[in-house]
């Protein structure tokens, strides 16, 4: 994110010449407070996750110091320590603060009574237990993030012994050790919740005023984050950004702005979205682009692109604006790769012409799973708008939040979560061309249904709706893979026999066949993988 961070301020610098740092951007800006409450917080540290996104509209942070809890509440030992609900609880008034008298409200008073950093566990055991500072120092380093080594019982005695002997209930003084024992998993000190809070207000800023440079920034800065370029793409077009296609006229390895008429940015995407693109090609096609390629040849002839790099190009239609679709740039391609070397004199001194040929169009499904093959993502259309005629029992997402009873939702496997505190619930991200759909999968359900829940990449699930003020959850009741049907996307609209078999005779190398080989389902998981978090490799393969 540090990177995400840099790489935006300097766009900005460069389109418009404002000088932002970590240090200077304006505090406490309602409208981030605001887009967060919202849970618009795709892309934005720390608050992405599914986790964090269903958490933000129940915790309507309002200030700084209501991002350092946010970042630290959502972790494995306040969850573990059964201190997420009190917390929620009395910070939406359902339940009042507790009264643990003076000395142990001045450490939790900011916090509900909760703790919820390493630094209010030392300073409960120094005023309610009696603690030492250096045994309070001790505690701290038995729970220490990730060390695990059982060392933090052997301070059960001693702690809860202090707390009786200074007047306190020994079910009150068992629960205190509880919540601190839940940090021996993982707990956030302060100072490292500040400083992701910092992350979290800034990059928030950045989506919020610049959505634009946010993405491109993003983007540019891959690896990283909890969403796929694709979400990240979908998002920036869903806040008004215009996102333009890969060119070899236009395009540099990094993702660019580019002004529009209307003094907004557009985004640009690079050749780093290209699959098995080498940046040396890359930075070649730039330097020696002058006014632009008119066609395939001139790009092989002035920036030396080998004829591999040629057909990646093609295949992620880079030639579109020199006129040429995917199939007619791919066929120039492989005419040059099988060509024999060009007589220094002949029609326009560079030889013959290659012949004119009619090759048959593609469909827009084909369209779509080229893009995906190629670039992991497509402008064009999502694969659920070209399924949907055929998915009638199917809710659109965007309708969930005024659903009611029992629905069923069809879309893509983007995130799956199994979370080691949660006791064997599974959390499902669906994804259709409306927006997203949050599904729960209770272990019982999931036992009924696993190879799906683990393997499937386009999930139809039937369930309840459960719902929270904003948040609204799909109880899984029956899943079903439609994986398979996202490996026929192309065949979506019939075509004669008669073409179908011109196509195939016409149809260069890889594009639009070099999928066909694999089983559907196969296909689905090479096209649309998900992104799996905390989950038990043992399970998969089992």
Known sequence: MLTAIRKAFGLIRDHHREDWTLANIPAEDPRIYDMLCRADAIGVFQVESRAQLNFLPRMQPRKFYDLFCEVAIVRTGPIQGGMVHPFINRRQKKEPVEDLGP????????????????????????????????????????????????????????????????????????????????????????????????????????????????????????????????????????????????????????????????????????????????????????????????????????????????????????????GLNR????????????????????????????????????????????????????????????????????????????????VAVTGLVITRQRPGTASGVIFLTLEDETGVANVVVWKTVYEAFRKPVIAGRLLRVTGRIEREGAVTHLVAEHIEDLSPRLGILGRELKIGAETERAGENLRPGRLGSRTAARHPREQAKKLFPSRDFHWDKNVIRG
């Not at 969403?227 to 296609?245: K, M, N, T």
């Open 327 to 406: 199939r007619e740039a791919l066929w120039q391609a492989k005419a040059l790769r099988a060509a024999k070397p060009l007589p220094l004199f002949g029609l326009d001194g560079e030889g013959g012409l290659e012949p004119q040929v009619d090759l048959p169009q593609m469909t827009l499904g084909q369209e779509v799973i080229e893009d995906y093959l190629a670039l992991r993502l497509s402008l064009r259309a999502h694969p659920l708008e070209i399924l949907r005629p055929n998915l009638p029992e199917s809710l659109p997402h965007a309708r969930l939040a005024e659903a009611r009873g029992r």
């Open 103 to 322: 000395a142990m409200m001045e450490v939790l008073c900011r916090t509900y009574g909760v703790p919820l950093f390493q630094e209010q566990t030392m300073q409960i055991a120094v005023v309610a237990a009696g603690f030492s500072p250096a045994e309070a120092d001790r505690l701290r380093r038995s729970l220490a993030t990730f060390k695990r080594m059982g060392t933090i019982g052997s301070f059960r005695d001693r702690f809860i012994g202090g707390m009786l002997a200074r007047g306190y209930d020994a079910e009150f003084a068992a629960r205190c050790f509880a919540q601190i024992e839940g940090f021996g998993s993982y707990g956030f000190p302060e100072s490292h919740a500040a400083s992701f809070a910092r992350l979290v207000y800034v990059s928030a800023w950045l989506k919020c005023h610049h959505q634009a440079v946010f993405t491109c920034a993003l983007l540019n800065a891959q690896p990283m984050g909890f969403y796929a370029p694709a979400q990240l793409v979908r998002d920036a077009r869903d806040h008004g950004v215009e996102i333009r296609p890969v060119s070899v006229n236009h395009s540099d390895w990094d993702c660019l702005l580019e002004p529009r008429g209307d003094g907004s940015l557009a985004l640009r995407l690079g050749f780093r979205q290209i699959k098995s693109m080498r940046e040396e090609d890359a930075a070649w096609i730039g330097a020696a682009r002058g006014n632009g390629y008119p066609d395939v040849e001139s790009l092989r002839r002035r920036a030396g692109i080998h004829p591999d790099g040629l057909e990646r190009l093609a295949e992620a239609d880079a030639f579109a604006s020199l």
